[in-house]
Nanobody, 120 residues
Framework: QVQLVESGGGLVQAGGSMRLSCAASGSIYSINAMGWYRQAPGKQRETVAVIPSASSTNYADSVKGRFSIYRDNAKNTVYLQMDDLKPEDTAIYYC??????????????WGQGTQVTVSS
């Protein structure tokens, strides 16, 4: 069984910074892609940033230049550094891992979500 645990989040003023982290534990053989997604009230979940490998990253246009995603494979952890936060970044942020385990093969797993609120 695999679990993802997110940390970070909270309330910050516009222009501030915040870092989210998400750690996986359990029966893990390998982790392929890692990513962060968010869902604002009344909106669909959207991709924020993904890191398919240590040398490749992709960002939503709305966060380019402000957010950075990076991973620590030794700790099975992904981070999202968010700088110059804006009120429109307010949402619940979810991490997602594509994990291969010996018992169940490759599956997608989601974190529990963490609230990020940016005040103006």
């Amino acid at each position: 069984q695999v679990q993802l645990v997110e940390s970070g989040g909270g309330l910050v003023q516009a222009g501030g910074s915040m870092r989210l982290s998400c750690a996986a534990s359990g029966s893990i053989y390998s982790i392929n892609a890692m990513g962060w997604y968010r869902q604002a009230p009344g909106k669909q979940r959207e991709t924020v940033a993904v890191i398919p490998s240590a040398s490749s990253t992709n960002y939503a246009d709305s966060v380019k230049g402000r957010f950075s995603i990076y991973r620590d494979n030794a700790k099975n952890t992904v981070y999202l550094q968010m700088d110059d936060l804006k009120p429109e970044d307010t949402a619940i942020y979810y991490c997602n891992f594509l994990i291969h385990s010996v018992l169940v093969g490759t599956r997608s797993y989601w974190g529990q979500g963490t609230q990020v609120t940016v005040s103006s």
